[in-house]
């Protein structure tokens, strides 16, 4: 350790291994320890900071009658730290937040009797007063008498006060002794403004016999980006309602379907009428026909025939007088 006008370095490392006996039962223990530290108390700013770096390895094994137990951990991180001066100082960074920076790694092994785990936990954060940012990732396999299970979950979150933005995602997949299976996979995204939470979520998974994709979101669109830069939302549901584009049916065999809407053709005659309209809840059906020599119409009265000026001189069906 060396230290000098409010400033510290320090290095430290330290390695122990023990061995305790208690008639049968036996127990080993290793430990290797690595530190650096290195600090500065500013007397003109009042400012404190400091720098640090830790790794430590821990192995333990233990023999109980007939149990065994065995414990393997690894820790490595770093992180920075500034305090700024108190409250009313009128030098250096006085009314300054706390900023603190970590990035770090935990690792742990375990069998103890019929259970085997293994984890991993990664972080890496900032924060400075109300504000942080932070993305974690945890990963987990457990082995059992009742069967098997692997998980990994990670985030990313921003914040600053009460505003926040997410984004979470979990993967899950089961195996147990029955032989039931589940695999799960869901994505969670949120943001948080004065008090109104937006989120949207996608899980996907299957038990064996079921498999589904469930959306959740104000709106859910397909779109088409091959295009160049331009982007063609071909399928928008939003409000309970679905929206396409362009609809491409190759081949559809549908057993029922009910419909309370009005078809209209895009194509229009003269007059500006649809060429094709079908109300389907009234049950009424128009065909329109157009040349130069006249028109025709067909439609729930029956068929009529007209000519270019628009008079009928032909009519099949119920006609009616004058």
């Known amino acids: 350790m060396v230290t000098q006008a409010g400033a510290t370095a320090a290095q430290v490392e330290k390695n122990t291994a023990s061995i305790q006996q208690q008639g049968k039962d036996i127990t080993a223990n290793a430990e290797q320890i690595r530190s650096v530290k290195a600090t500065v108390n500013d007397p003109n700013t009042g400012v404190n900071a400091t720098a640090q770096g830790l790794s430590q390895v821990k192995g333990t094994v233990e023999v109980l009658g007939n149990q065994v137990k065995a414990n393997a951990q690894k820790l490595d991180g770093v992180f920075v730290q500034v305090n700024p001066a108190l409250a009313g100082s009128e030098e250096g960074f006085a009314g300054s937040e706390q900023t603190y920076v970590g990035a770090w790694s935990e690792q742990s092994a375990r069998i103890e009797g019929d ?18 940012a932070l993305v974690q990732q945890v990963s987990k396999s457990v082995v059992d008498l009742q069967g098997s299970t692997a998980q990994q979950f990670s985030q990313v979150q921003a914040q600053q006060a009460q505003t926040s933005a997410a984004v979470q995602r979990n993967d899950k ?19 948080n403004v004065n008090g109104k939470k ?51 049916i190759n081949q559809a065999y549908i057993r029922e379907i009910i ?17 094709l309209e079908i109300n389907v809840a009234a049950g009424t059906f128009t065909l329109r026909g157009q040349d130069a020599n006249g028109s025709t119409l067909i439609n729930n009265g029956g068929l009529f025939v007209y000519d270019n000026k628009d008079i009928e001189r032909a009519g099949v069906g119920r006609l009616t007088s004058g």
């Open 173 to 191: 997949a089961i195996v147990d002794a029955n032989g039931r299976v589940s695999a799960i996979s869901s994505w969670k995204t949120e943001t």
């Open 115 to 132: 259970i085997a785990q293994a984890q991993r936990t990664d972080q890496v954060e900032v924060r400075q007063g109300e504000t942080n």
């Open 259 to 275: 419909l309370g809407m009005t078809l209209r053709s895009q194509a229009t005659d003269s007059q500006g009428r649809p060429l």
């Open 198 to 248: 937006v989120q949207t979520g996608i899980v996907q998974g299957s038990d064996g016999s079921v498999s589904e994709i469930l959306l959740a979101a104000d709106r859910v669109a397909i779109i088409n980006g091959l295009n160049g830069d331009s982007l063609n939302s071909m399928f928008i549901f939003q409000d309970g309602k679905a929206y396409f584009n362009t609809a491409l």
